[in-house]
């Protein structure tokens, strides 16, 4: 009697870990992280890299050595997202995938299994906190998806990216961009760029600068 | 004068330890249901004995939780009775047993499956609690693409760790298969023998036939 009341009780506390619900920070074949192929977007240096899906080799290799991370942010509604998971790394194999994690999302606010929820990825340099913050800095790099929904599950972590029309787990609509130097059928979603100032600014810059001096040395 | 008569049957068993009070997600590696050792062949009765009371096994039903997946209803264990139901479970069927006792050892006795034989359907944008249909171990692709599974892209495997979740279990991260270079990535995940793996098919639905032979 003894042994089936404790079997009992682990049997509600696993039941109410599972009542949690579940998400698998992942991505697949057409959801893929890219470099924006507007090399205007990309740093002097990086444009070989436009179209090129982000992994350890593409990251590895531009100029200032940044790093990058991949974020999953969720919400009880498109307005009140949170940040609940990072990627430990990206493949090391594959372009335009992160390290997929089991995400338990949390419990304040609650996100309970089959409940529709919303969600983001943010990928961004890592000195900034989210992808905006990093915009704002010249030549970081940042991307991120418009929020979609998708449903925890209660004991599997479905990754975000299933869109299978056989069992619609998430509303993250396919990419459309063609991955460079990749096979057909590789598509990315999350368009990665940086801030990078025009020419016509820094004249600009410039001139208010040179008419300020020349203001004051006036007064 | 007497012909001799060879067998092509291979017979074998596999040991499988289940951790003390803990669940694991095992595989039937033997066809025990011809050649094997009791009747009832694979039912989880002949498979599973002397259990501690109150031990669970659950099946995974993909339609459960409206859709998402969910684990069955459990089977329990009787303590000096046994099972409280009967479930076949031949080759390659995957289960979530909760070994409510100390560390115990299983043996699983029977043949080899050899030649065509129909593992699992996999079901498009659904999981699948599966194993190897016959005693092999190593990388992933031992006991999937070497064995007549045909991984699509972005398809995933993940094991079940005893030990994740603060000692309630857990899944592992998964392997996810890249097409093009063909690989599983990171390609970090093991499988013994008869031990099951939760199989994601992103690509269309399939069957998984094995065609084994024991060389």
């Known amino acids: 009697m003894k042994k089936l009341l404790i079997t009992m009780a682990a049997t509600l506390v696993c039941v109410g870990a599972f009542a949690q619900g579940k998400i698998g920070f992942a991505t697949d074949g057409i959801h ?30 531009l100029a200032g050595a940044p790093s990058l991370v991949a974020d999953l942010w969720a919400g009880t509604s498109a307005t009140t997202l949170a940040k609940v998971s990072s990627a430990p790394s990206w493949s090391a194999v594959a372009e335009g995938r992160w390290t997929g994690v089991n995400t338990i999302l949390p419990s304040t606010p609650a996100f309970p299994a089959g409940t529709v929820a919303f969600f983001q990825v943010q990928i961004h340099d890592s000195r900034a906190v989210d992808a905006a913050s990093a915009w704002l800095q010249n030549g970081w790099y940042a991307g991120q998806t418009t929020v979609f929904q998708a449903t925890p599950g209660p004991t599997a972590y479905s990754s975000i990216a299933n869109v299978s029309t056989a069992a619609p787990f998430s509303t993250w609509g396919p990419g459309t961009q063609q991955i460079t130097g990749m096979a057909a059928g590789n598509f990315g979603a999350i368009e990665v760029f940086a801030t990078i100032p025009e020419p016509g600014t820094f004249a600009l810059a410039g001139l208010g600068l040179a008419s300020l001096l020349i203001f004051r040395r006036r007064k | 004068m007497a012909q001799n008569v060879y067998s092509l049957n291979v017979v074998g068993y596999v040991n499988v330890t289940l951790p003390a009070n803990a669940f694991s997600l095992v595989a039937n590696p033997l066809d025990a249901s011809s050649g094997g050792t009791i009747v009832g062949g694979n039912d989880i009765t002949n498979l599973f004995k002397g259990m501690a009371d109150s031990s669970t096994i659950q099946t995974w039903d993909p339609a459960g939780f409206g859709g998402l997946g969910d684990f069955s209803a459990s089977t329990t264990y009787i303590g000096g009775i046994g099972w409280d139901a009967q479930l076949q ?126 060389q």
Request: charged share 10%.
């Open chain 1, 32 to 61: 893929l992280a890219y470099f924006s192929t507007d090399t205007a977007k990309l740093n002097t240096g990086d444009s070989a890299l436009g179209g090129r899906g982000l992994y350890t080799v593409t990251i590895s290799s």
């Open chain 2, 89 to 214: 479970m031949p080759p390659g069927k995957g289960v979530l047993l909760y070994n409510a006792g100390p560390a115990l050892s299983v043996t699983f006795v029977g043949n080899v499956v050899q030649g065509p034989y129909t593992v699992a359907t996999l079901n498009s944008g659904s999981f699948a609690m599966v194993g190897s249909p016959v005693p092999m171990s190593g990388s992933v692709t031992n006991s999937t693409s070497q064995l007549g599974l045909v991984p699509a892209d972005s398809d995933t495997i993940q094991k079940w760790d005893p030990a994740g979740f603060g000692g309630f279990g857990d899944w592992t991260a998964a392997d996810t298969f890249i097409a093009g270079p063909n690989v599983w990535d990171p390609g970090t995940l093991t499988i013994g023998p008869g031990e099951g793996f939760f199989y994601y098919r992103s690509g269309a639905t399939t069957t998984w036939q094995s065609n084994f032979t024991v």
